[in-house]
C-alpha cells in the first residue's frame, strides 16, 4: 500500500521558517519526481517545488529563493525547507509522487503564516 505522509506544518510569524518533510512507503521512492504542491482557500492547486530522481529541481515563480526541496533517498523522505515566510503563503501544502503512470498524493499539512 502506498503512503505520502507530511509532517511539519505549523503556525509560524512572518518572516519565520518551517520544514516540511514527506516520508514515502509502498513505491520505489528512487525513480519518481517528487513535488510539493499547496492550495489556499478559494485558490487553485499551485506547484511549490519539485525534484526529479536526478534531483533535477523546478520551484514556482513565487518562491523567489524563499524554499529548498531535497530529497533523501535512503530514507524515502522529501524535504521543503520554507523561510521567509509571508502570510500569502498559509495554505494545505500536499506531496506528490509521479513516475510514468503512477500518481500518488499525501493527505497534506496545513501551514499558517500569521502574527
Known amino acids: 500500500q502506498v503512503q505520502l505522509v507530511e509532517s511539519g506544518g505549523a503556525l509560524v510569524q512572518p518572516g519565520g521558517s518551517l520544514r516540511l518533510s514527506c516520508a514515502a512507503s509502498?513505491?520505489?521512492?528512487?525513480?519518481?519526481?517528487m513535488t510539493w504542491y499547496r492550495q489556499a482557500p478559494g485558490k487553485q492547486h499551485e506547484l511549490v517545488a519539485a525534484?526529479?530522481?536526478?534531483?533535477?529541481?523546478n520551484y514556482g515563480d513565487f518562491v523567489k529563493g524563499r524554499f529548498l526541496i531535497s530529497r533523501d533517498n535512503y530514507k524515502s523522505t522529501v524535504d521543503l525547507q520554507m523561510n521567509s515566510l509571508k502570510p500569502d503563503d498559509t495554505a494545505v501544502y500536499y506531496c506528490?509522487?509521479?513516475?510514468?503512470?503512477?500518481?500518488?498524493w499525501g493527505q497534506g499539512t496545513q501551514v499558517t503564516v500569521s502574527s
Open positions: 506528490h509522487a509521479r513516475w510514468n503512470t503512477n500518481d500518488f
Open positions: 509502498g513505491i520505489h521512492f528512487g525513480v519518481y519526481t
Open positions: 525534484i526529479t530522481d536526478l534531483r533535477s529541481t
